[in-house]
T-cell receptor
Framework: LAKTTQPISMDSYEGQEVNITCSHNNIATNDYITWYQQFPSQGPRFIIQGYKTKVTNEVASLFIPADRKSSTLSLPRVSLSDTAVYYCLVGGPVGGGNKLTFGTGTQLKVEL | KAGVTQTPRYLIKTRGQQVTLSCSPISGHRSVSWYQQTPGQGLQFLFEYFSETQRNKGNFPGRFSGRQFSNSRSEMNVSTLELGDSALYLC?????????????FGPGTRLTVL
């Protein structure tokens, strides 16, 4: 399973763009990259998933370079409610079992 | 569309007892995965069921078991509870037929072992 490395914590202010980078040097060909958000005492919430290049949805963008050894989650104009732990995951083989490996995550703190 | 539901939300047990937790996946989802979350170990994968069969298993002792019913609802059981089993137990469901990363988590069951 691909191991991921991401910053332990990040601080930001309301209205700023936040970019969280995740390293996954031994990502496999079949692996996708997925980001989850978790608030205290709640289950993780799916944010975005991608395989290569750029993916955008209504809440975030995911940038994946050609070598796929890293990825960057971009949160535009964060608010206080975006304070949470963000997890980068790699894996979930296509057609196989669904086994997510969570790292330590990045604690994002947004202030006024 | 209803989300993933877990019951009970909170549970207090004593060492040596056993416990059964329940999870109802999103309608149409056939895969149910279970995770344990503790402050020290983070989120750890327990096992995954798909169409009533265990398809993946994490590194947990045999005291942790599970099953899935024909309606995709799942239960997990922990026997001979230990203090270290105190954790938030999360269930996640997905369609299970392609890349498995897009899973939808329930609110969890907070288990406290005294």
């Amino acid at each position: 399973l691909a191991k991921t490395t991401q910053p332990i914590s990040m601080d930001s202010y309301e209205g700023q763009e936040v970019n969280i980078t995740c390293s996954h040097n031994n990502i496999a060909t079949n692996d996708y990259i997925t980001w989850y958000q978790q608030f205290p005492s709640q289950g993780p919430r799916f944010i975005i998933q991608g395989y290569k290049t750029k993916v955008t949805n209504e809440v975030a963008s995911l940038f994946i370079p050609a070598d796929r050894k890293s990825s960057t989650l971009s949160l535009p104009r964060v608010s206080l409610s975006d304070t949470a732990v963000y997890y980068c995951l790699v894996g979930g083989p296509v057609g196989g079992g669904n086994k997510l490996t969570f790292g330590t995550g990045t604690q994002l703190k947004v202030e006024l | 569309k209803a989300g993933v539901t877990q019951t009970p939300r909170y549970l207090i047990k004593t060492r040596g007892q056993q416990v059964t937790l329940s999870c109802s996946p999103i309608s149409g989802h056939r895969s149910v995965s279970w995770y344990q979350q503790t402050p020290g170990q983070g989120l750890q994968f327990l096992f995954e069921y798909f169409s009533e069969t265990q398809r993946n298993k994490g590194n947990f002792p045999g005291r942790f078991s599970g099953r899935q019913f024909s309606n995709s609802r799942s239960e997990m059981n922990v026997s001979t509870l230990e203090l270290g089993d105190s954790a938030l137990y999360l269930c996640a469901s997905s369609k299970g037929t392609s890349n498995g990363n897009e899973q939808f988590f329930g609110p969890g069951t907070r288990l406290t072992v005294l």
